[in-house]
């Protein structure tokens, strides 16, 4: 059925599944679910990567794939020869940068396919492991289909004009680790709970798609790239449990939606996930689902945008915030039934997208199986400009975080472009972030990941994604080391090309006395640094190594709005230390005031003594007292007060205090920082942990 746009306001959307129909006509629902399983090498009769600069309209895909275990960053290159488009070149980023010869594009172009290895599909053990692994907590018996829906302009023709967009930051992550506690419970639990029972309602209330539902069901999951595809059931700390879907993209990684993972108005984080790939059921409306790989619960983190995490929790979102709602999710332990996994096309300009989920409802039946559907592309340069795209695409509750992918007309290769977050339910039209240029930094790092790289990582000293060099004229990277141990010590940062990997150059710090915790301009590490960082990247990743057990922060600084963000993710995970604050801004910032909270989540009241510290000497400069704090209470102090508490002039250069408890609580402190022009108000707690 042909599908076109509308452009009806204000209707919501909601998330959807697409059948993956790549020809004009379907006789079979088999037909239409194993259609792409014959996949093949392109045309290399030109392959040349000495012509690429002669080429004839030369263009690009860019490619992020994990294959055989190792992730790659690459580029297939095509020329017009012959007035045909032909591929003369593969050009690999990572793990090492070099151009393919003839042989070896062969090679690679044939295990990034799989092509003449069995499929998992068709073996007799893949289809007798059936149910979830033995280690799988019980499924909740009140799991009901996430839906999100979009908020259009009153003017439908303002939707999609034909300027462009100025250049964006790239998005900024932000993860749980599993196993930390996690902060983003804004609400007290009550408060939570009484919301449980009305947000889980309103899943329910999941429309069936519009029209004629030209889904089908795909009907052998246990073939590619349908077993890398999965039901994703997950649970908030309010109790409440939702469906979506998600991509297999490597042993350990799943891409969903980040609304699955984060939303504020239910905890913040998931308390748990669990993924069951290739699942499916014998007949419709049958509430057995049969699940030949099993499942995982054993996550390590999950990862989102922070920009979602600071939207979350509302019903519905102006449609070019959906660019924000991608995130991950990665197991201790890989998944061992398969090792072939779609490649992620960064900017794909393809116009026509297969999507494939677990809808909750399907011809109005209640459904744990895969359904399918293909769409041409509707989205038109607004929402392309803004890292969004739309596809004429049936869709219900349940598919969000379901994978777009493209299916190369020459090879068969299916690729992914993006994921599904909403659709219409009056148009039948879906759309969710796109994978570009803008997001490829934050993917191919979630993508990459695997347990040795995070233990190597801890090993080498923490990791720092997506810095900003010096070069940036509107940002500013500051840096904060809080020395926790009882002698000075020094830290040791490396710098590397975020886009190659590349070491760059290194800085050591001076002597850092123990309790200070100084603040650096990344511009002082760059001019430090040796050898000389003759050329300045995009971004830097940054491996950060000390001599002493303590804590880390990375803050920038926006010229423009004059705020600061805290920006401390890393891959020893974000975390809090809860009788020391180290980097809380003094009254000489008049610009931006600080608050201290000190909560007192014991069953007893409390006072709680808190020590004044010069940042950059660790000179004690007062004592504060606070009054008693009743039992599950808090006390918030701005610091001018506590200065003057505690008889602290600060002079014109302390700009920043650390704050210790003189002894434990049960409890925690947390501070804040104000922007005085705007009222944005930024929590400067959170940091990462620093190990010898």
């Known amino acids: ?191 939570l709970e009484s919301q449980k029972s009305t947000r889980a309602q309103s899943a329910l209330e999941t429309p069936a798609a519009i029209g004629v539902d030209d889904r089908v069901v795909v009907s052998n999951t246990r073939s590619y790239p349908w077993n890398t595809i999965g039901y994703l059931s997950i649970t908030y700390p309010t109790g409440a449990s939702f469906r979506c879907s998600g991509t297999l993209v490597s042993p350990y990684v799943v891409l969903t939606a980040g609304h699955c993972l984060h939303d504020k108005d239910l905890g913040g984080y998931v308390a748990s996930a669990r993924f069951y790939p290739g699942q499916y059921q014998a007949t419709l409306g049958d509430n057995a689902p049969i699940r030949p790989y099993g499942g995982k619960s054993d996550v390590a983190s999950v990862n989102v945008t922070q920009t979602w995490t600071q939207i979350s929790g509302e019903d519905a979102y102006p449609v070019t915030d959906y660019k924000n709602d991608f995130a991950s999710i990665q197991f201790k332990t890989a998944f061992t039934f398969t090792d072939t996994f ?125 810095v900003f060099p010096s070069s940036w004229r509107d940002i500013e990277s500051h840096l904060r080391f809080y020395n926790g141990g009882t002698s000075a010590g020094t830290v040791q940062v490396t710098f590397a090309d975020a886009a190659t990997g590349t070491a760059l150059s290194t800085w050591t710090s001076p002597n850092i006395p123990a309790g200070a915790s100084p603040q650096y301009y990344i511009k002082t590490l760059e001019n430090a640094a040796t050898p000389a960082i003759v050329t300045k990247p995009t971004f830097y990743t940054l491996s950060v190594r000390s001599t002493f057990s303590g804590l880390f922060q990375y803050v920038i600084y926006q010229v423009p709005q004059q705020s600061v963000l805290n920006l401390s993710t890393c891959d020893t995970g974000a975390t809090t230390s809860p009788l020391v604050l180290p980097s809380v801004n003094s009254s000489t910032l008049s610009g931006y005031p600080s608050s201290v909270g000190i909560h007192n989540t014991g069953t007893s009241n409390i006072t709680v003594t808190l020590g004044i510290y010069d940042a950059d000497t660790a000179q004690r400069l007062g004592t504060y007292t606070s009054p008693t704090i009743p039992a599950n209470g808090q006390f918030l102090i701005h610091v001018p007060d506590l200065e003057t508490s505690a008889h602290v002039k600060p002079t014109s250069q302390q700009y920043y205090y650390v704050l210790k408890a003189d002894s434990a609580f049960t409890g925690y402190l947390q501070s804040y920082s104000t922007n005085a022009a705007s009222g944005t108000i930024t929590d400067t707690t959170t940091m990462c942990t620093l190990s010898p």
């Not at 290159?77 to 007035?83: A, E, F, L, M, R």
């Open 1 to 191: 059925m042909q599908k076109n746009c509308c452009g009806h306001p204000n209707h919501k959307r909601w998330p959807v599944l697409f059948a993956p129909l790549f020809v004009v006509s379907i006789v079979t629902n088999v037909a239409a679910a194993e259609r792409f399983e014959t996949v093949r090498l392109p045309d290399l009769s030109a392959y040349d990567c000495a012509s690429v600069d002669k080429a004839t309209a030369p263009s690009e895909r860019h490619m992020g794939q994990v294959i055989q275990g190792q992730y790659y960053d690459w580029h297939a290159i095509y020329g017009t020869v012959g007035g045909k488009p032909r591929l003369i070149c593969i050009s690999v980023d990572k793990p090492t940068a070099h151009q393919l010869t003839r042989d070896e594009a062969t090679a690679f172009l044939t295990s990034s396919a799989a092509i003449g290895r069995p499929n998992p599909g068709n073996t007799n053990s893949a289809r007798s492991s059936q149910g979830p692994s033995a280690d799988m907590p019980e499924e909740p018996d009140n799991v009901r289909p996430m839906p999100k829906g979009v908020k259009r302009p009153s003017n439908a023709a303002s939707e999609q004009p034909q300027s462009t967009t100025p250049d964006e930051l790239p998005p900024r992550p932000a993860i749980k680790n599993f196993g930390d506690v996690s902060q983003d419970a804004v609400k007290p639990r009550a408060a």
């Open 342 to 466: 779609m490649p992620v096309i960064y900017g794909s300009t393809g116009t026509t997208a297969v999507n494939a989920g677990y809808p909750g409802v399907v011809q109005s039946t209640n459904n744990y199986g895969m359904y399918t559907d293909i769409g041409s592309d509707i989205s038109g340069n607004f929402l392309r400009n803004n890292h969004v795209r739309e596809f004429s695409l049936d869709a219900t509750g349940g598919d969000s975080g379901s994978p777009f992918f493209f299916v190369d007309p020459e090879t068969g290769q299916r690729s992914v472009v993006g994921s599904l977050s909403y659709s219409d339910d009056f148009d039948d039209d879906s759309g969710g972030p796109w994978y570009d240029s803008w997001n490829k930094g934050l993917l191919s790092t979630w993508i990459a990941w695997t347990p040795a790289t995070a233990t190597a990582g801890s090993v080498a000293g923490l990791r720092v994604p997506s």
